[in-house]
């Protein structure tokens, strides 16, 4: 049965395995649990941050099956123009989205996660944030 860490665990890694085409570097200098670990003394950036943002238990009998929210906080600091930074960004939240949309995660326990939303969430002293957020369905055992 899948934890919550479990499964922002399993969204870690696919982030973490992300690429650049070019040149096959890593596209995430960072990236950690925003919940489970403490915030870094000094941030790398590109990086990203995973959440588990909430959940909602949907009243499915017997087996408690619930909506699940998870959340990714990418930020990118801005060292050239901001139409780069923007394209910068823009292609790091595609990939983001790219990795974690219609899979599982090799967890039986869920249902796909689908993409909900992509948000700015800050832009201040030349470093841009946005919050991805995606949702699944999470089955648990049936209570004995």
Not at 47 to 52: E, G, K, L, P, W
Request: glycine letters at 4%; aromatic letters at 10%.
């Amino acid at each position: 049965m899948a934890t919550i860490a479990d499964i922002e665990d399993d969204i870690i890694t696919a982030i973490a395995a992300l690429k650049d085409d070019d040149d096959d570097n890593k596209l995430f200098r960072i990236v950690e649990s925003l919940g489970r670990k403490r915030p870094p003394v000094a941030i790398n950036y590109p990086a990203c941050f995973v959440y588990f943002a909430g959940d909602t238990n949907t009243g499915s009998r017997p087996r408690p099956i619930y909506q699940t929210d998870y959340e990714c906080l990418v930020s990118v600091k801005n060292l050239s123009s901001e139409k780069d930074a923007a394209d910068g960004v823009y292609a790091l939240i595609d990939a983001v989205r790219d990795a974690i949309e219609g899979k599982q995660l090799d967890n039986d326990d869920i249902e796909p996660f689908m993409c909900v939303s992509r948000e700015l969430s800050d832009y201040a002293d030349g470093v841009i944030s946005y919050v991805i957020k995606f949702r699944t369905r999470h089955y648990l055992a049936v209570p004995t």
